[in-house]
């Protein structure tokens, strides 16, 4: 697998969340998803981003485009240094919050993508991974 | 600040969301459409998201706000336009947007806030 094109973006503010947004939709274009991939990659990295900046306490977001036997991929990778997440199971639960959210955000990027992955460390921090495949 | 226009079509006002929406200009705009319902006695909110590339939770959550402080204030809110990706989007997500009305375009939540309008002076 080559694994190229790669961009670091900070995540820290709310203009950071439009630059997030963009920056996806133009690598999404680029790799000629459908309208349709596009907007579901774009929703899940802006949820994954939401998540970075409130409850991360910021971080960074890596864009790589993935080709793999001819099949042409979009992986972002979100990472932070903050509190990291106690109970994973419990977090990615459907409508569960520890703030003022709908809960949806992890389990819906999930189910907006093809692969998700997520790793974290209770005072260290959390890295959520996602691709969307062509 | 900048602020999402909130404009007055007679009984109704109209909300064109059009940017990349920021999270405080959402925040301020719910504000400022609670003020407006009651400031100009409203019957119905309109809000026009066929400009919207993307609606993801926070955005859905901040709708359903909207709907819900409008229906309190006794105003109906009927969202328009939405684009059929961001429909497919937010159902995957898991965003039912209950208790939101939709229409396809403006003239077509016009009627359906003028008919439920009529519905409810003859009652
Ligand atoms: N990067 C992160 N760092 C720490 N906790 C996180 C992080 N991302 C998610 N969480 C935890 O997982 C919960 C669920 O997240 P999510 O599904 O996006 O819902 P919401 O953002 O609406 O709370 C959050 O409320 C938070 O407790
Ligand atoms: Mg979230």
């Known amino acids: 697998m080559t694994i190229n094109n790669y961009e670091i973006l900070p995540i820290k503010s709310p203009d950071d969340l439009v630059r997030v947004r963009q920056a996806t939709r133009a690598l999404a274009i680029q790799l000629g998803f459908s309208l ?6 774009v ?21 790589e485009t993935l080709l793999d036997n001819g099949r042409k991929g979009l ?9 990291g997440i106690p109970d994973i199971d419990l977090a990615m639960t459907d409508a569960y919050t520890s703030g003022n959210g709908l809960g949806l955000g992890l389990g819906g990027a999930k189910r907006l ?4 992955e997520i790793s974290s460390r209770v005072g260290e921090g959390t890295r959520v991974s996602i691709t969307r495949w062509k | ?8 079509m007679g009984e109704f006002l109209l909300v064109t969301i059009q940017v990349d929406m920021h ?31 993307i609606v993801d939770s926070f955005m859905g959550r901040m709708i359903g706000t909207i709907a819900m402080i409008c229906a309190t204030l006794d105003a109906q809110t009927v969202v328009v336009g939405m684009r059929p990706a961001v429909a497919i989007t937010l159902v ?11 229409a396809l375009n403006v003239d077509k939540g016009m009627e359906l806030l003028v008919a439920s309008r009529g519905k409810r002076s003859m009652a």
Do not use: C, W, Y
Request: charged share 30%; glycine share 8%; net charge negative.
């Open chain 2, 1 to 8: 600040m900048e602020r999402i226009p909130i404009l007055r």
């Open chain 1, 75 to 83: 992986r972002l990778t979100f990472e932070d240094h903050g509190p």
């Open chain 2, 92 to 102: 995957e997500l898991g965003i039912a947007l209950e208790g939101v009305r939709t």
């Open chain 1, 43 to 63: 929703t899940a990295a802006s949820e994954l981003a939401r998540n970075t900046m409130t409850f991360g306490g910021g971080g960074t977001l890596r864009l």
């Open chain 1, 113 to 116: 993508v093809n692969e998700f």
């Open chain 1, 36 to 41: 349709v991939e596009q907007t579901k990659m």
């Open chain 2, 23 to 53: 999270d405080r200009l959402a925040q301020a705009l719910q504000d400022d459409l609670a003020e407006r319902v009651v400031k100009d006695s409203a019957q119905g909110v309109l809000i026009d998201i066929s400009s919207m590339e």
